[in-house]
Nanobody
Framework: QVQFVESGGGLVQPGGSLTLSCAAS????????MGWYRQAPGKQRELVASITNGGRLSYADSVKGRFTISRDGAKKSVYLQMNSLKPEDTAVYYCNVVTSGLNAMNYWGKGTLVTVSS
């Protein structure tokens, strides 16, 4: 049984900052990639940022230079520092964890809402 605790979403004004946190617990091992996806109303879910256990980073072009992803392997946690937020960043943000090995799995958190509005 795998559980995620996501936090940090909320309402922020344009230009503001938020930090999202996601901690995985339970029967989850051999984490390979941890990341954040988002889904805005009427749009498909898209990758925001990801980080592998080797430290390889990936960012959506729309967030490069503004968002920073990091992880704490020991705590099975991933973080997303979001700066210079724009109204178009408004979405539900989902934590994603991919494990490796013969029983590789793809896990999703329940999501946390980020609203950027004045």
């Amino acid at each position: 049984q795998v559980q995620f605790v996501e936090s940090g979403g909320g309402l922020v004004q344009p230009g503001g900052s938020l930090t999202l946190s996601c901690a995985a617990s339970g029967n989850i091992f051999s984490i390979y990639v941890m990341g954040w996806y988002r889904q805005a109303p009427g749009k498909q879910r898209e990758l925001v940022a990801s980080i592998t256990n080797g430290g390889r980073l990936s960012y959506a072009d729309s967030v490069k230079g503004r968002f920073t992803i990091s992880r704490d392997g020991a705590k099975k946690s991933v973080y997303l520092q979001m700066n210079s937020l724009k109204p178009e960043d408004t979405a539900v943000y989902y934590c994603n964890v991919v494990t490796s090995g013969l029983n590789a799995m793809n896990y999703w958190g329940k999501g946390t809402l980020v609203t950027v509005s004045s």
